[in-house]
């Protein structure tokens, strides 16, 4: 019995050689991809859209997913969001300005980490000593800020004051890499993608729990993600928009949403 299995799997030199070969065809698709980005690079430049951030979130989730729900045998999730971020992360860079600008709090690896994961190698990465740095950086053409969500930082109420910059990400963006511990932002057009969480600022006063109360009431579903300078920020299940009467109507003087982002794509 041992000799008949032994015999009809392949040796391990035939596996090899298949290997190779997979490998080859991989790097002429990869290339070929590759290619086809630096034509809609030269389309945009004809078109005087050179310097437009070509960073669309919500179609990158689209594909994302698409490519996660499909039947696959051996690659897990982790593996296929890897090597598709660092090909969009590619195309993006040669299609105008891009740069990610990191402020990690106590934990500035892991921030950097973050931000390469979801945005590949390409693109520069500068870290800062404040939030706020990464922040005035990334409204440069292409800019990307990503900032860790710590205890003793509310860097994220600075956004209600600037609406051109929108968080678009919550990173990791597979929950199977750990929870949610950074947002990205970016002055990108945010769109609903079908699954999403809505980040949204309030200075109530008072514990959380009654604002979760307050907003659950009028049909909101929100979890408290972090708390910081008499501010709270909540995460809300689903897109909404600035103006949505809901919101309006929570509690709070100075409240606001400060950008959506697709729920965790494993999930």
């Not at 078109?47 to 994302?64: M, N, Q, S």
């Not at 922040?135 to 800019?143: I, V």
Request: include cysteine.
């Amino acid at each position: 019995m041992s000799e008949a299995k032994t015999g009809s799997a392949p040796s391990l030199d035939a596996v090899r050689q298949r290997i190779d070969a997979l490998d080859a065809e991989l790097l002429r698709l990869v290339d070929e991809r590759a290619s086809l980005a630096r034509v809609v690079a030269a389309a945009k430049r004809a078109a005087g859209d050179g310097d437009k951030f070509a960073l669309r979130p919500g179609r990158e989730a689209a594909i994302l997913r698409r490519l996660i729900a499909a039947e696959r045998s051996a690659a897990g999730p982790g593996l296929v969001v890897r090597i598709w971020r660092e090909m969009i992360g590619d195309s993006l860079s040669v299609q105008g300005p891009f740069h990610l600008n990191a402020w990690g709090g106590k934990d500035p690896g892991r921030v950097v980490e973050l931000a390469r994961h979801r945005f590949g190698a390409a693109p520069p990465l500068r870290q800062f000593a404040k939030a706020e740095e990464a922040l005035a950086a990334a409204r440069a053409p292409g800019g990307v800020a990503v900032c860790a969500l710590a205890p003793d930082s509310a860097w994220w109420g600075r956004l209600l004051a600037e609406p051109q910059l929108k968080v678009f990400a919550a990173l990791p963006c597979l929950a199977a890499w750990g929870p949610m511990s950074a947002l990205a932002m970016a002055a990108v057009d945010v769109e609903p993608t079908g699954d999403d969480r809505t980040f949204w600022v309030t200075d109530a006063p008072g514990p959380a729990a009654g604002v979760e109360e307050a907003l659950g009431r009028d049909g909101v579903a929100g979890e408290l993600v972090a708390e910081a300078g008499g501010l709270k920020l909540f995460m809300l299940a689903g897109f909404y928009q600035r103006e949505d009467e809901r919101l309006a109507r929570a509690p709070g003087r100075l409240s606001g949403v400060i950008g959506a982002a697709p729920a965790p794509l494993d999930v």
